[in-house]
């Protein structure tokens, strides 16, 4: 069975103290690997799509980085405006698979002045 | 641009009432996602569509829940005679077509959140 598991589930921080968070995934095919921000209350929103193994995409604090079995999102010296829920998903290839997303739980983020 | 538009941004129903929940895509995009976010859990697919078309609706319950996209005006995803259950947040996304490269990310609208007393 296709699945993303995300850890930690929650990850408090000191303002510029630097992590990571994990995205693992055991699927058949994977087309797609999406980055997610969700505010309490909003709608996801895109941070970034990595499609293969040693691709990298960098923005602002976020950098996240891909291999063959799992997905990091690297937080740089985050900031209280940082802390949200960020959320993992993949997209997959064959039969059946149209591009519908299977998301991960998600890992709240909470950054402390 | 404006972003992908659902409305309303709140419902409340009662049990065995229909709930009609109404999304329009980014601009230029013909391809719409529902999601469903129940309390404490992940996003979960329900249904794909294009326009006129439904393209894989295998994560919708089979009974009760119906969705279309019409050639003019929103996609809707209707629920009927709705239960305690069905409270959740719901997620329309949409994109530019549904291949690798980018074109396929998905675009989320704020979400509508119905509650069923």
């Known amino acids: 069975e296709d699945q993303v598991t995300q850890s930690p589930e929650a990850l408090r921080l000191q303002e510029g103290e630097s992590s990571s968070l994990n995205c693992s995934y055991t699927v058949s095919g994977l087309r797609g690997l999406f980055w997610y921000r969700q505010d309490p209350g909003k709608g996801p929103e895109f941070l970034f799509t990595l499609y293969s193994a040693g691709e990298e995409k960098e923005k602002e604090r976020l950098k996240a980085t891909i291999t063959k079995k799992e997905s990091f999102l690297h937080i740089t010296a985050p900031k209280p405006e940082d802390s949200a829920t960020y959320l993992c998903a993949v997209s997959l290839y064959g039969s059946g698979n149209t591009g519908k997303l299977i998301f991960g739980q998600g890992t709240t983020l909470q950054v402390k002045p | 641009n404006a972003g992908v538009m659902q409305n309303p941004r709140h419902l409340v129903r009662r049990r065995g009432q229909e709930a009609r929940l109404r999304c329009s895509p980014m601009?230029?995009?013909?391809?719409v996602y529902w999601y469903r976010q129940l309390p404490e859990e992940g996003l979960k697919f329900m249904v794909y569509?294009?326009?006129?078309?439904?393209?894989?609706e295998s994560g919708m319950p089979k009974e009760r829940f119906s969705a279309e996209f019409p050639k003019e005006g929103p996609s809707i995803l209707r629920i009927q005679q709705v239960v305690r259950g069905d409270s959740a947040a719901y997620f329309c996304?949409?994109?530019?077509?549904?291949?690798?490269?980018?074109?396929?990310?998905?675009?989320f609208g704020p979400g509508t959140r119905l509650t069923v007393l």
């Open positions: 569509l294009q326009k006129e078309n439904i393209i894989d």
């Open positions: 601009k230029g995009h013909s391809h």
């Open positions: 996304a949409s994109s530019l077509q549904a291949g690798r490269g980018g074109a396929d990310t998905q675009y």
